[in-house]
């Protein structure tokens, strides 16, 4: 069964590369909208609304939805919309720990059956100079980001700790993933 990944994030694309799965690009346009407030019924939500979208209008495949959010002190960071709210979620960041978390979602779209999970990641930022925080906004990565910043990236050296899972916080928990697709087909990899 194909694997199509209801997403044009080039992050989740590079970690289905990086388990050497072979799949299509076919992101969702679905309206990243809801009115859940809990973070992991919300990030479940939207992916499985994602894949059911993609499902849906292609009628074929196994779809792969996922949605990433940041939550700190109750408050939902997704990704910034400009350059000012980058340099404001990055200041709410700075010193601080807060969660970062993933729902990631499986639909057969020529049987609609459907799965879905969440995973959860503590991560820990040092204190930042406003001159980093400048910086970094001003180079541009952050700015497509949940939370305005990618782990993966030059903000990588604004981590202290982390508690979880790193693919996680990149934007595709691998290993629940794989246990997903393994426990939905049967099989593990689709071919």
């Known amino acids: 069964m ?3 990944l209801a997403s044009s994030s080039p992050r989740r694309q590079e970690l289905l590369r990086q388990i ?3 799949f299509a690009v ?5 309206e990243e ?3 859940e407030r809990n973070p992991a019924k919300r990030v479940k939500a939207l992916a499985l609304a994602k894949a059911q979208e993609v ?3 292609t009628g074929h495949g196994l779809v792969l939805g996922a949605d990433t959010i940041v939550v700190i002190g109750g ?3 997704g990704k910034p919309g400009s350059s000012a709210e980058a340099a404001a979620m990055l200041r709410i960041l700075s010193g601080r720990t807060h969660r970062v978390y993933t729902g990631i979602a499986l639909v057969d779209a020529a049987t609609g059956r459907s799965r879905a999970v969440t995973e959860c990641t503590l991560v820990k930022f040092r ?5 980093e925080i400048e910086a ?3 180079s541009g990565e952050p700015l497509d980001k949940a939370g305005a910043y990618g782990i993966q990236g030059h903000a990588a050296v604004f981590i202290s700790g982390i508690k979880g899972c790193y693919s996680n916080v990149v934007g595709l928990p691998l290993s629940r993933f794989w246990q997903l697709l393994q426990d939905f087909s049967g099989k593990g990899l689709p071919n």
Request: charged share 30%.
């Open 2 to 4: 194909e694997l199509i």
């Open 20 to 22: 050497g799965l072979h």
């Open 26 to 30: 076919i992101p969702s346009k679905l």
């Open 33 to 35: 909208k809801t009115a």
């Open 55 to 57: 499902a849906e209008r």
């Open 75 to 77: 408050r939902i960071l």
């Open 127 to 131: 204190s930042l100079s406003e001159r």
């Open 136 to 138: 970094y906004v001003a």
